[in-house]
C-alpha cells in the first residue's frame, strides 16, 4: 500500500530552525494535497499548513510567515520549513496525503493516508 515516511523532527532552541520531510512510497499514480498537522500534548490534532499538486499553499494563522510548505512531485515528497520557532511550536507533526490514487490489483482507489509522525520539541 502506501505510506507516508516523516522526517526530521527533533530538539531545538527557540528561535532556532527544522526541516521536516515527509517522502511517500507504494503504488502511487497521483497525490492531490499534502500537508503537515501537529497535535500538542492535550490539544486536537490541527492543521499547519498544506500545498495542492498546483503550489497552492495554506497556513495556520499561528505559523503565518514563520513556516514554508513546498513539495517536490516527482519525489513525492513534501517539506517544512521552520523558522523562528516558539515553545508552543512543540508537539507531534503527522504528515497527510490527500487523495492518494493508487492501483491495486487492476482497481483505482482513492486514499487518504497520514505517517506515524515526527516530535518537535523547542525549548525556551
Known amino acids: 500500500q502506501v505510506q507516508l515516511v516523516e522526517s526530521g523532527g527533533g530538539l531545538v532552541q527557540a528561535g532556532g530552525s527544522l526541516r521536516l520531510s515527509c517522502a511517500a512510497s507504494?503504488?502511487?499514480?497521483?497525490?492531490?494535497?499534502m500537508g503537515w498537522y501537529r497535535q500538542a500534548p492535550g490539544k486536537q490534532r490541527a492543521l499547519v499548513a498544506h500545498?495542492?499538486?498546483?503550489?497552492?499553499?495554506n497556513y495556520a494563522d499561528s505559523v503565518k510567515g514563520r513556516f514554508t510548505i513546498s513539495r517536490d512531485n516527482a519525489k513525492n515528497t513534501v517539506y517544512l520549513q521552520m523558522d523562528s520557532l516558539k515553545p508552543e511550536d512543540t508537539a507531534v507533526y503527522y504528515c497527510?496525503?490527500?487523495?492518494?490514487?493508487?492501483?491495486?490489483?487492476?482497481?483505482?482507489?482513492?486514499?487518504?493516508?497520514w505517517g506515524q509522525g515526527t516530535l518537535v520539541t523547542v525549548s525556551s
Open positions: 507504494g503504488i502511487i499514480v497521483s497525490i492531490g494535497t
Open positions: 500545498i495542492t499538486s498546483e503550489g497552492s499553499t
Open positions: 497527510n496525503a490527500e487523495p492518494v490514487l493508487t492501483r491495486l490489483a487492476g482497481n483505482y482507489r482513492a486514499l487518504e493516508v
